[in-house]
């Protein structure tokens, strides 16, 4: 029987992508898969898609600022299984509008990217935390990125905010228990980034890969079971790099 079997697992940014992805494999491996995600209908129709496809999965709305709201979604998700053994903080802002200079960027679009980006982590994790705290092997995964170890971008930079959010969560919350670690996706050609992303943007970044490759959604879904599950079970304050070597460094 999977571990996942009857544990109840909350994805923020569910309704589409990586979100989406993480909602299906781990319903498929039996849990309690609630997607969070700003737009209620996406949420919803990915959680109909697992229900189709024999999982459990509840679409719910909201917006991982909204503090009240996000208590709401982690009460009634813990109304599952008495409880929330992971927490995925995968909602974010990414386009490439976020990738231009602060200059050009401006004040408003920077609040804005931090306020979900970063303190989005923030909400949802104090949030979660008291549904989390004593069940055995809970922990939080949150979705950095390769661009918070290059440097050079205003969303590259909320990223490594969320790295270094990472480790101080993983400080406060291990004495209740709960294990939080980070992946940092590098080019993982999905739908969205397909659409988003300038080709020669594409083209660079892959010439700085160390493996010739295309990085797929599946690799992130792989390291993300693998940092949730029991395997991990002495894994924590880590920053997985999915990257293909991209953004490797010590």
Request: hydrophobic share 45%; aromatic share 4%; charged share 20%.
């Amino acid at each position: 029987m999977s571990e996942w079997q009857g544990r109840t697992a909350v994805v923020t940014g569910g309704g589409r992508g990586f979100g989406k992805a993480f909602g299906t494999a781990l319903a498929m491996e039996g849990a309690h898969a609630v997607l969070v995600d700003i737009d209620g209908s996406e949420a919803e129709a990915a959680a109909e898609e697992i229900r189709a496809a024999g999982g459990w999965a509840l679409g719910l709305a909201g917006d991982v600022t909204d503090e009240a709201r996000m208590a709401e979604v982690m009460a009634r998700a813990a109304d599952a299984q008495g409880g929330i053994d992971l927490l995925i903080n995968n909602a974010g802002l990414h386009s490439d509008e976020y990738g231009q200079p602060i200059t050009k960027l401006g004040l408003a679009k920077m609040r804005r990217l931090f306020d979900v980006n970063v303190m989005g982590v923030v909400c949802c994790t104090l949030a979660a935390a008291p549904h989390m705290q004593g069940r055995a092997g809970a922990s939080i995964v949150n979705i950095s990125s390769s661009a918070a170890h290059m440097g050079g971008s205003p969303y590259g930079d909320s990223k490594l905010a969320v790295a270094g959010l990472t480790i101080t969560f993983a400080r406060e919350l291990g004495p209740l228990g709960i294990r939080v670690n980070a992946i940092s996706p590098g080019l993982m050609l999905t739908e969205t980034i397909r659409n988003e992303l300038p080709p020669a943007t594409m083209a660079r970044v892959k010439a700085m890969q160390l493996i010739d490759g295309d990085g797929a959604e599946e690799d992130i879904v792989e390291a993300m079971l693998y940092l949730a599950s029991r395997r991990a079970r002495f894994v924590t304050g880590e920053v997985l790099r999915v990257t293909g070597g991209m953004a490797a460094g010590v």
